[in-house]
């Protein structure tokens, strides 16, 4: 299973952005029994969690994104999505998509797979 995210590139703050994961690969059939999450890293810092859709579509956000990030899916597309508004120079970071085979969430050394992630940059 491959994943892809797209969607990353430099923003202003207050901006926008909308990033996506497709999932690929001769598993991807059942990409709607996974759980997909985000993940950011920046520079000099952990891994942290941003958000995750489990399969029973039922979402949890990290406290530094909620109200201004939205997860979603489309199953039919194999992808998932990341709506980033009200952007702040501190959402700087690469972000990561992963799947959970369980379709549950638990903690990112969990996760099944993970995609190479994409650079967003929010400037001052």
């Known amino acids: 299973v491959q994943l892809q995210a797209f969607g990353g590139g430099l923003v202003q703050r207050g901006g926008s952005l909308r990033l996506s994961c497709v999932v690929s690969?001769?598993?991807?059939?059942?990409?709607?029994?996974?759980?997909m999450a985000w993940f950011r890293q920046a520079l000099g810092r952990e891994r942290e969690f941003v958000a995750v859709?489990?399969?029973?579509?039922?979402?949890t956000y990290a406290d530094s994104v909620k109200d201004r990030f939205a997860i979603s899916r489309d199953n039919a597309k194999n992808t998932v999505y990341l709506q980033m508004n009200s952007l702040k120079p501190e959402d700087t970071a690469v972000y990561y998509c992963?799947?959970?085979?369980?379709?549950?969430?638990?903690?990112?050394?969990?996760?099944?797979?993970w995609g190479k992630g994409t650079l967003v940059t929010v400037s001052s």
């Open positions: 992963s799947a959970d085979r369980s379709g549950y969430y638990s903690s990112g050394d969990a996760m099944d797979y």
């Open positions: 859709i489990r399969r029973s579509a039922g979402i």
């Open positions: 690969g001769r598993t991807s059939s059942t990409f709607s029994t996974y759980a």
